[in-house]
């Protein structure tokens, strides 16, 4: 059976397969982080930040709703990071099959700061592996 697009989103997330994820990106996508203030162009750099999250933010990651419409869908998020608990929205606009748009946004100000470090650690970190 062939998952949904959605389903396929949440595969990743569970699973940490980030050739699904790779796959499941547009090349012309765009990501918007709750850190950086312009947005990101193309599938190798959207696909480097959510590498990134998938693997600074997964211990305890999880989705606790979603509002879904046509194209679009918005995923509620809650996880702790460095003591912090960490609630935001993921807001996913697919093309398709493909995603072509993902923003990300965060609450409160001190976890906007704790997600900031543990992402710039894991870029760091992949751009130091390249």
């Not at 696909?47 to 194209?71: C, G, H, P, T, W």
């Not at 993902?102 to 894991?122: G, H, T």
Request: include cysteine; charge should be negative; aromatic fraction near 10%.
């Amino acid at each position: 059976m062939k998952m949904n697009r959605l389903d396929r989103w949440h595969h990743v997330m569970s699973h940490g397969d980030m050739k699904t994820l790779y796959d499941l990106l547009h090349p012309d996508c765009t990501f918007f982080s709750p850190v950086v203030h312009t947005p990101q162009q193309g599938r190798e750099i959207t696909y480097a930040y959510l590498q990134a999250a998938n693997k600074a933010l997964s211990d305890n990651f999880q989705y606790v709703r979603e509002v879904i419409q046509d194209d679009q869908a918005v995923l509620e998020f809650t996880v702790m990071v460095d003591g912090i608990h960490v609630n935001g929205v993921d807001i996913i606009t697919f093309d398709g099959d493909k995603i072509i748009e993902f923003k990300v946004m965060v609450r409160p100000l001190k976890a906007v700061n704790a997600v900031w470090n543990q992402m710039a650690m894991m870029l760091d970190e992949r751009k130091n592996a390249s």
